[in-house]
């Protein structure tokens, strides 16, 4: 997703979230691969667990668990 005109890749919020019956599994894969990925959050209360994480043009991604 090119940024904002006017706006640089990265640092912005983009609106592309995925959904994942395993977010510790796909935590761990993110890492190994060497994606910069971010520590899970969430899971308490009504906010799901998610982990956002930033793909090859540095747009910030983000996977949530289904419950």
Known sequence: MPPRPGGSPGGEQT???FTTA??????????????????LMGGDGTVPRMVFFRGLNRNNLLAVEER
């Open 22 to 39: 395993d977010l510790d599994a796909d935590h761990a894969t993110l890492r190994g691969q060497g994606v910069d990925v971010e520590d």
């Open 15 to 17: 609106c592309i979230a």
